[in-house]
């Protein structure tokens, strides 16, 4: 690294306040109440901490908050709880006992709604079946489904008994799948004959077929049925989940767990080498994801609530299953693709249930804006009350269509930012009470220090770009890297300290000290010595009406050290004509300066992607460069937009 630091240059001007309407009903109401609530949480974080634990069922008191010996954290030591407990037996002796706990779309048009009765009822049985499966105490599931109640059902059955799940994403190839359940030495994986999306029968049972066979830990496969295809079947090891499930009594007792009992794995991709396995444990991760969702979502009684996340993603973990649940939520599962019949299909969703509280991520806004206004203006979406999004920074044109199209210019918007590693949201607008600016995360929530350093960790002054750190503990952070402590202290507390959390992104805080994420800081490219944060060309560049999408990456320059390529997707239908190419760059030069005008820019009709919709700076990188594409690549999307670019070349 030249510089100690990351110029961002990109300025956003437009402030959107929460109306008065929104803020009175609101949890917080005043950008002072926030404000107070954070001065006291940042004076005392235990007992914010604390405070906020307590509003879960404990079977046992803690003795202590916090035990830090850098960089491990024991959270409510001592302390015994349940998840599924909290989730499910405590909503069933008041009025949520017959309310909607889940309610459920299949991509062919078929639907569920379960109460928490019923959900409660389904998850014991389950329970009870794993526990006649072998299943005890510590060990590790693996789940690998398609978006179906029976996904959630599992996990919450996991946690009941105190067994470990490790959520695999159904789309992960059976290599994947084998990697993760050896990595884990899962003992059981609970999977289906297969799903739907796109209109298709998607298999997962094969994989499974295929991933177990280089896996002599695991003793037994439920199959859940929902397509009826035709799959292989092995009596020896494997079980439908119908059967497991029959005649098993709808009593299983939550077993009481320590606090630090591990509640799950979930795998996330590094740059280099094999997947990481996040542990999240059970007392700190509920308190936050419980009391993150009623905040940021200003949860109340009535709200229909969709997070569009699969259970695969933390986003599911946290924001589609255990935040809501134990908020006692409805919570919406769609099981398929958003343009599944039609393009209209997540705002005929929205209709059909009366959604009020809608939480998805940039990449799909952007898909929607090229799709165009008429499937969403087709449909009445007077029923939503907050919009939220995740998963990458959001350019503020993407922001605006958000704001007008979906929300009717109503809907406060938060922006939430957080990752896998941090369990729950960190840095985010509370909808009532903090203004929002287009592209900000805006604060660090209550009881989070989060802060933007140089490279010798010193905070930088506002305005200056710098790298994202967390400098306390808090209670859903990862505990470690699964059977990997090493790599956990290494690729998280070596590069500040070990008591200083490091993110990984680059950010940097305007005169407001609102937070501005600019990307992974791999992803910064130096230009004649100005380290530049690909997501502000980006930016510049999605600005420009024609531009659906771009990805910017750096590449070697015999001047500049490196140059910039960006590669741009444009908006439905259109080509790019004579001009296009240099009507992007001055987008770029007006909106950030001639630093970082694009030196080439490349025009494709797709980005290659993770499986979870970020884009794969990394490989095209590669491309730019002339390179072979190197590295991890099994959580590309679809491998044929990079071969494309290659052929192209
Ligand atoms: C929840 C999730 C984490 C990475 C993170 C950032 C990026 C996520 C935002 C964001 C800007 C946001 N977990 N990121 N949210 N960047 N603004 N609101 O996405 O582990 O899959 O990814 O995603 O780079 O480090 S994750």
Known sequence: ????????????????????????????????????????????????????????????????TLEWKPPFAKWFVGGALNVSENCLDRHLGGPRRNKAALIWEGEPGDSRTLTYQQLHRETCRFANALKS????????????????????????????????????????????????????????????????????????????????????????????KRTDQPIAWHSERDVWWHEAVDGQSAVCDPVPLDAEHPLFILYTSGSTGKPKGVLHTTGGYLTVAASTVESVFDLKEPDVYWCTADVGWITGHSYVVYGPLAAGA?????????????????????????????????????????????HPNKHDLSSLRLLGTVGEPINPEAWAWYHRVIGGGRCPIVDTYWQTETGAIMISPLPGATPTKPGSATLAMPGIDAAVVDKDGKEVPHGTGGF???????????????????????QYFSEFGPKVYFTGDGARRDKDGYFWVLG????????????????????????????????????????????????????????????????????????????ARPDRIRFTDALPKTRSGKIMRRLLRNVAAGEEVSGDTTTLEDFSAIAKLQADE
Not at 476 to 488: E, I, N, W
């Open 133 to 224: 499966l072998g299943v005890k105490k510590g060990d590790r599931v693996a789940v690998y489904m398609p978006l179906v109640p029976e996904a959630a059902v599992a996990m919450l059955a996991c946690a009941r008994i105190g067994a470990v799940h490790s959520v695999v994403f159904g789309g992960f190839s059976a290599d994947s799948l084998r990697d993760r359940i050896q990595d884990a030495k899962a003992k059981l994986v609970v999977t289906a004959d297969g799903g739907f999306r796109k209109g298709q029968k998607f298999g997962l049972k094969q994989q499974v077929d295929d991933a177990v066979k280089d896996c002599p830990s695991v003793r037994k496969v439920v199959v859940l």
């Open 468 to 490: 994202l750190v967390v400098r306390k503990p808090w209670p859903s952070m990862l505990r470690t890297v699964y059977g990997d402590p090493a790599r956990y202290k290494k």
């Open 1 to 64: 690294m030249s510089k100690d630091t990351i110029e961002s240059r990109l300025v956003e001007k437009r402030v959107f306040k929460p109306s008065a309407l929104f803020s009175k009903q609101a949890r917080v109401g005043s950008a002072a109440q926030r404000e107070k609530i954070t001065r006291a949480a940042a004076r005392d974080p235990e007992r914010y901490w604390a405070s906020e634990a307590k509003k879960l069922l404990w079977r046992k008191p803690w003795k202590k």
């Open 330 to 374: 409805t919570t919406l599962m769609y099981e398929g693709a958003p343009t599944c019949p039609g393009p209209d299909r997540f705002w005929a969703i929205v209709e059909k249930y009366g959604v009020s509280v809608f939480y998805t991520a940039p990449t799909a806004i952007r898909a929607f804006i090229r799709l165009g206004d008429a």
């Open 520 to 595: 992974r800081v791999d992803d910064v490219i130096n230009v004649s010595g100005h380290r530049l944060s690909t997501m502000e060309v980006e930016s510049a560049l999605v600005g420009h009406p024609k531009v659906a999408e771009a990805a910017v990456v750096g590449m070697p320059h015999a001047v500049k050290g490196q140059g910039i390529t960006a590669f741009v997707t444009l908006k439905g239908g259109l080509q790019p004509g004579n001009g296009t190419t240099r009507e992007l760059v001055a987008a770029v030069e007006k909106a950030i300066g001639a630093i």
